[in-house]
T-cell receptor
Framework: GENVEQHPSTLSVQEGDSAVIKCTYSDSASNYFPWYKQELGKRPQLIIDIRSNVGEKKDQRIAVTLNKTAKHFSLHITETQPEDSAVYFCAASINTGNQFYFGTGTSLTVIP | GAVVSQHPSWVICKSGTSVKIECRSLDFQATTMFWYRQFPKQSLMLMATSNEGSKATYEQGVEKDKFLINHASLTLSTLTVTSAHPEDSSFYIC??????????????FGDGTRLSIL
C-alpha cells in the first residue's frame, strides 16, 4: 500500500514566522493530498487539499505545493499565530478507493 | 457543524469485554466509511474500509475477527472490538466521504472514541 512520510515531527516557530511541513509518498497512483489539523483529543479538520493536476494551491495564510515527479508535497503556513499550534497530518489517497494514508504528523508550536 | 457522529466518545471497561462503536453520517448517505486507530502522539492508521451491503476490507495486519465491522445501513457503520485487552486501548475514529463513490474528496471525521481497557 501507500507509504507517507512526514517531516519534521516537531516544529517550533516564533509568532509571525513561516512554518513548512514536508511529506513524501510512495505510490505514483496517489492523486489527492489533503492536509488536516488536529487538536488534542479532537477530530482532524481539513485545512487545505490539492489534486494531482495542480502544482500549487493557496488559501489565505496557508498554501500547499505538489511535485508529482519527486512525489512530495508541502504545507506552508505564513504569519503564524498561536492558534495555529496543533498537530498537522498530511495524507495521500489513490483514485480508486478514497482511503487515506496519513503521514506521521507534525506537532507545531507557535511561540507568542 | 458535525456531519459524522461517533458514539460513545469514551469507554472504560474490563479486559475481555466486547465494545461496540457507532459511526453515523448525519445528513448524507455513506456507502463507504473508514475506521482509523490512533495511539497517543501518533498518526491515524487506517484499519479497514466499511462497505454498505458487503464485507469490510481490512488493512494488512488488522485482525478481522478482532475488529468486527458491520455497515448495516447507508448511514451507520459499527466497529466492535471483541474480547478487548489493554493493548487495544486507543483512540478509534471513523470517517466518511460525503459524496459517496466520488473520488478525490475530503473525509469528514467523527469525534473519535477513546477506549480504555483495564
Amino acid at each position: 500500500g501507500e507509504n507517507v512520510e512526514q517531516h519534521p515531527s516537531t516544529l517550533s516557530v516564533q509568532e509571525g514566522d513561516s512554518a513548512v511541513i514536508k511529506c513524501t509518498y510512495s505510490d505514483s497512483a496517489s492523486n489527492y493530498f489533503p492536509w488536516y489539523k488536529q487538536e488534542l483529543g479532537k477530530r482532524p479538520q481539513l485545512i487545505i487539499d490539492i489534486r494531482s493536476n495542480v502544482g500549487e494551491k493557496k488559501d489565505q495564510r496557508i498554501a500547499v505545493t505538489l511535485n508529482k515527479t519527486a512525489k512530495h508535497f508541502s504545507l506552508h503556513i505564513t504569519e503564524t499565530q498561536p492558534e495555529d499550534s496543533a498537530v498537522y497530518f498530511c495524507a495521500a489517497s489513490i483514485n480508486t478507493g478514497n482511503q487515506f494514508y496519513f503521514g506521521t504528523g507534525t506537532s507545531l508550536t507557535v511561540i507568542p | 457543524g458535525a456531519v459524522v457522529s461517533q458514539h460513545p466518545s469514551w469507554v472504560i471497561c474490563k479486559s475481555g469485554t466486547s465494545v461496540k462503536i457507532e459511526c453515523r453520517s448525519l445528513d448524507f448517505q455513506a456507502t463507504t466509511m473508514f475506521w482509523y486507530r490512533q495511539f497517543p502522539k501518533q498518526s491515524l492508521m487506517l484499519m479497514a474500509t466499511s462497505n454498505e451491503g458487503s464485507k469490510a476490507t481490512y488493512e494488512q495486519g488488522v485482525e478481522k475477527d478482532k475488529f468486527l465491522i458491520n455497515h448495516a445501513s447507508l448511514t451507520l457503520s459499527t466497529l466492535t472490538v471483541t474480547s478487548a485487552h489493554p493493548e487495544d486501548s486507543s483512540f478509534y475514529i471513523c470517517s466518511a466521504p460525503r459524496w459517496g463513490a466520488t473520488t478525490n474528496q475530503p473525509q469528514h471525521f467523527g469525534d473519535g472514541t477513546r477506549l480504555s481497557i483495564l
